[in-house]
């Protein structure tokens, strides 16, 4: 019953933040033809192991592996060859990791992609993370200034050292997008439909106004896994999602 993808659906990257194997394929099995990626996060590859990656490759899922790699640059280019040769779509290291880091990441990528003739995985830089707020950037991390302005600085690091992309939330998508290249993907976590939002949510934003902003994949999980009962079911909640997408996708065009 697998589709292929389209443009819209493409974009969508779904979180497997499930604890048992049985869980993530099922999610895999229903959802294959109707997201672009299927994040697989410390949760899952730690209660089941890195194996799960291929059992999504069976089914015809494609994987971002959300590692979030962060330690010195020997150690990250080891993790990200090890990465590379699972043959996934996308990966993340941390930008507070340094220059330095995210170099040795890239070329240890490229060189074993290019050892196993496979196409290299996208390579994302992970800015701040949204549980930080400027409080405890400033006085827990000490680092000073505003969220969105460091959002913006590691940013341009990311860039500068060759990267495909940034994680960031959906409050820096605009800020980023004014002063890097549009090569730069942005990844946005923290996106909801309206039809999904809680009203105890905050710092969220919808589908629709993360991409007019710039966004590049949208991170959306519980609105699909956990629709509203009006909506359906998980692949009428990824559809809708993926028409909200396309209709902003044709008001840019305009």
């Known amino acids: 019953m697998s589709q292929k993808a389209s443009s819209t659906s493409e974009r969508i990257i779904l979180p497997l933040d499930v604890a048992t194997e049985q869980e993530a394929l099922r999610l895999v099995e229903q959802l294959r033809g109707y997201v672009g990626l299927f994040k697989v996060g410390l949760e899952l590859i730690t209660s089941v ?142 996106v909801r439909p309206t039809w999904a939002s809680l009203q105890d949510q905050k710092r969220v934003m919808t589908p629709g106004e993360a991409i007019t902003l710039g966004a590049s994949y949208l991170v959306i999980g519980r609105p699909i896994t956990q629709p509203p009962r009006e909506i359906g079911g998980v692949v009428e909640a990824a559809k809708r999602i993926s028409e909200e997408i396309q209709t902003a996708l044709e008001k840019l065009k305009r």
């Open 49 to 190: 192991g890195p194996s799960i990656i291929q059992k999504i490759h069976n089914l015809g899922g494609q994987v971002f592996y959300d590692g979030k790699f962060k330690d010195i640059p020997n150690t990250v280019a080891g993790a990200a060859r090890a990465a590379t040769r699972q043959n996934i779509c996308m990966f993340n290291v941390h930008a507070m990791g340094g220059s330095e880091m995210m170099k040795a990441a890239l070329d240890a990528s490229q060189k074993e992609a290019q050892a196993l003739s496979i196409k290299r995985p996208t390579i994302l830089g992970v800015t701040i993370l949204t549980s930080i707020d400027k409080r405890i950037m400033n006085n827990e991390l000490r680092v000073k200034g505003e969220v969105g302005d460091q959002v913006i600085h590691l940013a341009k690091l990311v860039e500068s050292v060759g990267l495909d992309g940034i994680i960031a939330s959906p409050q820096e998508i605009g800020l980023v997008r004014q002063q890097v290249s549009e090569r730069l993907l942005i990844v946005t976590p923290g």
